[in-house]
């Protein structure tokens, strides 16, 4: 499995030392994901392991083990569970200072990951991810935070179907607002239907419409979904670049602050939205297909699903 996630299609892969680990195999676990890290090919991946939670007596050798015994360049981000107070993370962060101290790295050299797996840590977001200007990352961990609110949910980031709306969405938004306050990323927690790939997408694109990053996968078949989901669309990145373009000619050109485009007027509100999407196309490697110059901004969408349809009857005259 190690040796097979090297060439998966997602962004980031993190090795487990915490549920998925058997207590009695935990300290040879540590070798075996040092091992995979410092002789796998990861390519571009994020690198990342997840070490025991700071009140077990696994977490300070899970991180002066692998840590030191990696380091930058090979490992990227420690992953902490079950985050409850900011003393936890000062605790890791002291920890990861003195390993990187002790082997001449930069200090702040590994990034730390914060997941949020119960009511202490959901309560104190904000004290958590100022703790440590390490962390990368929040996320949301469904399963624990079930068992520890007394959800009747017995299927890790499922949906309650008798539940009239979405029964996590309090909690999604109060991890995206504190994440966003903080300035690193909201990443949604699994979904334990792996065969399930239609439920996937469901949960995703809730989480997605709020604003949430990324989704945890469990299985190669989630992959897709996920970068479908959360990434953004060839259409969706050219209607930012023609918003983008449109209110920078009102602008600069017509010295005004709000313009028509169509049947929606933009503003500097909507200059935001779209370059927020326009940078995450940029980050895809989307590029905009060209159209002349005379054709209104607002059309643009029109004109080039046109020129799709005029080329793609031509190839089937053609053949």
């Not at 998966?8 to 995979?36: C, I, N, W």
């Not at 991946?45 to 002066?64: G, Y």
């Not at 605790?91 to 790295?105: S, T």
């Not at 469904?142 to 539940?163: F, K, N, R």
Request: hydrophobic share 45%; glycine share 10%; charged share 25%.
């Amino acid at each position: 499995m190690l040796t097979k996630a090297q060439y998966l299609g997602a962004d980031q892969v993190f090795l487990d030392l915490e549920d998925s680990v058997a207590p009695d195999v935990k300290p040879a676990a540590r070798d075996t994901v040092v091992q995979a890290l410092r002789s796998g090919d990861w390519g571009g991946k994020v690198r990342v392991v997840r070490v025991n939670d700071v009140s077990t007596r696994w977490c300070l050798d899970d991180l002066i083990h692998v840590v030191s015994h990696t380091g930058p360049g090979i490992l990227d981000c420690v992953m902490i569970p079950k985050v409850e107070d900011a003393a936890q993370v000062h605790f890791v962060d002291h920890v990861l200072r003195q390993v990187e101290l002790d082997n001449g790295w930069a200090v702040g050299s590994v990034g730390l990951e914060i997941q949020i797996e119960n009511a202490a840590g959901l309560t104190n977001a904000d004290e958590i991810l100022a703790a440590s200007d390490r962390v990368e990352t929040f996320i949301f961990g469904p399963g624990d935070m079930a068992a520890a609110l007394g959800m009747p949910s017995l299927t890790v980031g499922a949906i309650q179907s008798d539940y009239p709306g979405d029964h996590w969405h309090w909690v999604l938004m109060r991890i995206l607002v504190a994440a966003r306050f903080a300035g690193v990323q909201a990443i949604d927690g699994p979904y334990a239907q792996i065969r399930d790939v239609d439920g996937f997408r469901e949960v995703a694109t809730r989480s997605r419409l709020l604003g949430f990053d990324g989704k945890w996968v469990l299985h190669p078949g989630q992959i897709d979904a996920a970068n479908e989901v959360y990434g953004v669309s060839q259409e969706v990145y050219e209607r930012a670049e023609d918003i983008l373009a449109a209110y920078a000619d009102a602008t600069g050109q017509q010295k005004r602050g709000a313009v028509m485009f169509g049947d929606e007027m933009i503003d500097e509100a909507s200059r935001k939205m779209a370059a927020m999407n326009a940078e995450k196309g940029h980050a895809q490697g989307l590029e905009a297909r060209e159209v002349p110059d005379d054709v209104p901004f607002h059309e643009r969408a029109a004109w080039r699903a046109r020129s799709d349809g005029e080329g793609a009857a031509s190839r089937a005259e053609a053949g």
